[in-house]
């Protein structure tokens, strides 16, 4: 099983900056890697696919990058409505895995 | 648009079978793949299984024993059962359609979400 670390666990960040998040995979996945985020009540968003896919609808600020096992999320000028828990998940063999999650709140 | 919505009791007990359905409106259920993922409270997410429009299923090899994912295509539906509970399985159940209908890919479209706790 692949296993996914996502750093930091949690990350400040003012609105109107840039947030970085980082997915490790415990081995090569390719570009078959997702985000989602995840706010309190709800159930997951697709963002992100294929590592640097937008999914329909999701605003150009959210950005994706990385292939093999290094990943990144990038959220340029936050919005109040992008703090949220974002979870990456590999797709490249079964069983699929997500990572524990980052936390992003308002500094 | 496409929607998902689960039901079934929101409270099992020790020992016995969860058991929970997952309408899909709005859209067909065929040509597509269909997951269940879980949450425990406050936890990350786990992948219970998948089931394909014709039935064919794969399982996550940590609870393959216990789960059976079936279809109605004619009632645009797909279920969960889980035998044998325990208090670690309670948690909230999502089912959710994999994108562009493949099986090994990210999950678009989710249902809300059905909080089941095991208890006695």
């Known amino acids: 099983e692949i296993v996914m670390t996502q750093s930091p666990p949690t990350l400040s960040v003012s609105a109107g900056e840039r947030a970085t998040l980082s997915c490790r995979a415990s081995q090569s996945i390719s570009s078959n890697l997702a985000w989602y985020q995840q706010k309190p009540g709800q159930a997951p968003r697709l963002l992100i696919y294929g590592a640097s896919t937008r999914a329909t609808g999701i605003p150009a600020r959210f950005s994706g990058s990385g292939s093999g096992t290094e990943f990144t999320l990038t959220v340029s000028s936050l919005q109040s409505e992008d703090f949220a828990i974002y979870y990456c998940?590999?797709?490249?063999?079964?069983?699929?895995?997500f990572g524990q999650g980052t936390k992003l709140e308002i500094k | 648009q496409v929607q998902l919505q689960e039901s079934g009791p929101g409270l099992v007990k020790p020992s016995e079978t969860l058991s929970l359905s997952c309408t899909v409106s709005?859209?067909?259920?065929?040509?597509?793949?269909w997951s269940w993922i879980r949450q425990p409270p406050g936890k990350g997410l786990e992948w219970i299984g998948y089931v394909s429009d014709s039935g064919s299923t794969h399982y996550n090899p940590s609870l393959k024993s216990r789960v059976i994912i079936s279809v109605d295509t004619s009632k645009n539906h797909f279920s969960l059962r889980l035998s044998s509970v325990t208090a670690a399985d309670s948690a909230v159940y999502y089912c959710?359609?994999?994108?562009?209908?493949?099986?090994?890919?990210?999950?678009?479209?989710w249902g809300q979400g059905t909080m089941v706790t095991v208890s006695s």
């Open positions: 959710a359609r994999h994108i562009g209908g493949s099986y090994l890919v990210a999950y678009d479209i």
């Open positions: 998940q590999h797709y490249n063999n079964w069983p699929c895995t």
């Open positions: 709005g859209g067909s259920i065929i040509r597509y793949f």
